[in-house]
């Protein structure tokens, strides 16, 4: 079973975007690009939802 958790090999901040892509399967550069369009359009607030999944999402324990 998959879990979401932190990547600390594809990590630029805290993980975040890199965890997102391995749960998903996707390239780590398609989520940090989806996520700065998110910002720049001001859809939401990106930048409190990313603190906010750095803090809850576990750290994983990647190779």
């Known amino acids: 079973m998959k879990k979401l958790t932190k990547s ?3 990590s630029m901040i805290s993980g975040v ?3 997102i892509a391995e749960y ?3 390239d780590s550069t398609i989520v ?3 996520y700065l ?3 720049f359009l001001g859809v ?3 930048i409190l939802l ?3 999944l750095s803090v809850i999402i ?3 324990n990647n190779h």
Do not use: A, N, Q
């Open 44 to 46: 939401g607030s990106p």
């Open 17 to 19: 975007c890199g965890g």
């Open 24 to 26: 998903f399967g996707v």
């Open 8 to 10: 600390k090999t594809d």
């Open 58 to 60: 576990p750290e994983g």
């Open 32 to 34: 940090r690009v989806g």
């Open 50 to 52: 990313y603190l906010l």
């Open 37 to 39: 369009i998110f910002t």
